[in-house]
């Protein structure tokens, strides 16, 4: 009965491999989001779908390909991964945009070798 | 200058103790304002939403000073379990599709025994 689930929880690749990250919402919300939370503890919006409509697309490098095959779903596709990838992805979704609460995910740890 | 500026500590105070966290924020057109908790490798959760007329839940106190773009957060009777990292959160907008939460890279908190 996990609200906001994610897979997988810890992901270890190479340098140029393709990865996805999955994340599933139980809570009937309309939007969604991927954050990445850096080295730094900085927690940055990437991506955030309305209906599983692309709203913002934060100056992201285009390696990194969001889907949202529904709006309970929504996928990270990164192509390429660099050793600047490594971080923490975080999913979240509300019912609305902000300043509607925000519940996020567990989170998936990045390294990149 | 960053959207929201918090000092990151650590803050290290015994049980039993006050301690007040405070963050300022760049856009004076910023609509919404929040306090989520990060556990040390969880996801943040929303702790309260901060009012103009200031609010309280418990043990926390926010307030909010618009004329001076600050945010605090003010923590009474300390527990071991307040240990966490406190984010302050801004929300440029007051709602609508594009409207997003821009967070502070947090203050971590360590509640001593």
């Known amino acids: 009965d996990t609200a906001v689930s994610q897979t997988p929880k810890y992901l270890v690749t190479q340098m140029g491999n393709d990865k996805s990250i999955k994340c599933e919402q139980n809570?009937?919300?309309?939007?969604m989001y991927w954050y990445k939370q850096d080295s730094k503890k900085f927690l940055k919006i990437m991506f955030s779908y309305n209906n599983k409509e692309l709203i913002i697309n934060e100056t992201v490098p285009n390696r990194f390909s969001p889907k949202s095959p529904d709006k309970a779903h929504l996928n990270l596709h990164i192509n390429s991964l660099e050793l600047g990838d490594s971080a923490v992805y975080f999913c979240a979704s509300s019912q609305d945009p902000p300043p509607d609460t925000q519940y996020f995910g567990p989170g998936t740890r990045l390294t990149v070798l | 200058r960053k959207e929201v500026e918090q000092d990151p500590g650590p803050f290290n105070v015994p049980e039993g103790a006050t301690v007040a966290f405070n963050c300022t924020y760049s856009?004076?057109?910023?609509?919404?304002f929040f306090w989520y908790r990060q556990d040390c490798r969880k996801e943040p959760k929303l702790l309260m939403s901060?009012?103009?007329s200031g609010n309280e839940d418990g043990r926390f106190t926010a307030q909010l000073n618009r004329a001076s773009q600050y945010i605090s957060l003010l923590i009474r009777d300390s527990k071991l379990s307040d240990s966490a990292t406190y984010l302050c959160v801004v929300s440029p907008q007051g709602g609508g599709a594009t409207n997003k939460l821009i967070f502070g890279t947090g203050t971590l908190l360590a509640v001593q025994p």
């Open positions: 809570l009937g919300h309309d939007t």
């Open positions: 856009n004076s057109a910023s609509q919404s």
């Open positions: 901060v009012y103009s």
